[in-house]
């Protein structure tokens, strides 16, 4: 389709976090003589991605790293010229400790997620009884699933490895990063990898012993690969400004609720709520990077199917509890990345990380900063829970289990509720739908969290995909 007139597009996006600024930013980055006016309700862009400095301690209020397997965090970073303050991971620190009947224990050398590449940790760890470790070892004899339906991260687990291996070992890894029921939660959305290992190599420990054939000698990493993650130097709030900074001037416009779409013949109209209310007349294409729910509304006039698929996404949320302490009054050395929490210890903790022994300039000489996460699936209460009665139970439990002693010198909390989409079983069933379903509303497209990925890169990849497809109609 060709644009009438030559004019350059009007692009109208919906939402601020970082799917819609990468959108925004890479439409532009395409054809700069685009019109692109970004609608955001908050006060600021960036959406859960934010950064707090405050008595020396530097807080990630959620997300605090991102993965570089994939490229799309690390190109958008090239792009925008801060590829020099990107830092890894301390890699005198990358273990994790899993929490057995209220103790840490450092989760097994080499066993990443949810698969030992080293057998003899597996064998000598005191987090799994001796049945538990026969049975985790027996998943090598276990014949390959024929199928190639879906099945819950907890069915496919347990099928291969084990009850015991799924409540101890990889239940609080994966309830860390998708703070979901894992009863639930797709392994073709989330883990497809896994799958794919079973298929090819008949076993996950076959598959990962022959992977680590490969990999440099000496690495002992477990949990999450992280040697494989990074963070900006400056906070990842630093990102969201630099691509701020790239869009054209008064592209954004803050405080500003985007109420009604609807379709004025080949144009887009929009209806906005704000504090200095303007006529935005029509646009040639949206984008809507909003959370699931609202997109839902949004299009619910004018394809009702459609909304319905996006309201039955639902979704999960987590507080984080971030507490500074002087290293002399915690007992436990932190001497790792952090730990994971499984949910039958009866626990409101998800996980505790060590925040300044991953990134050592997330503190002060001498102060160790720690971030708690709470809620989830497990306990969606918490994700609203007032400050102060979340913050003593968070204490509680966290003081316990690191050994420390006295007040914290610095909190801060941060409730997210309702911004972690659940990836059910059937999930990418559904986002093919979805897109289908978008092919009868020429250029509308969604982007966000909510249907190929949960992670930055995945989250700036969606938004720029979104640009591009826009950009080809034109």
Known sequence: MSQLNNQPPRIAIVGGGIAGLA???RAVELRPDCAVALFEAGPRVGGVLSTVERDGFQVERSADNFITTIPWGIDLCKRLGLEDRLIQTNPAYRRTFVVRRGRLHRLPDGFLMMAPTQMWPLAVTPVLSPLGKLRSAFEYFIPPR???EDESMAAFVRRRLGREAFDRLV???????????????SLLATLPRF??????HGSLIRAMRRQMKARPK????????YSMFVTLRDGLTSMVEAIAAKLPPDCVRLNTTVERIEREGNAWKIETKSPHPKE?????????????????KLLAPLDAALAAELAAIEHSGTAIVSLGY????????LDGMGAVVPAVERSPILAVSFSSRKYEHRAPDGKSLLRVFVGGARRPDLAEMPDGELLPLVREHTEKLLQIRGEPAFVDIAHWPGTMPQYHVGHKERVARLRAMLAELPRLELAGNAYAGVGI??????GELAAERILKCF
């Open 280 to 296: 935005e007349g029509g646009y040639d294409a949206i984008i809507l990077a909003t959370p699931s729910p609202v997109a839902a």
């Open 195 to 200: 799958r794919e290992m079973e298929r090819e």
């Open 218 to 225: 000496g690495a002992s990493e477990s949990g999450a690969r």
């Open 146 to 148: 024929q199928s190639e």
């Open 171 to 185: 239940e609080p890894l994966v309830s860390a990063v998708y703070a979901a029921d894992l009863e639930r939660l």
């Open 457 to 462: 890169p995945d989250c700036i990849h969606g």
């Open 326 to 333: 002087d290293d002399r009054q915690i007992g436990h050395p």
């Open 23 to 25: 959108a925004a930013h």
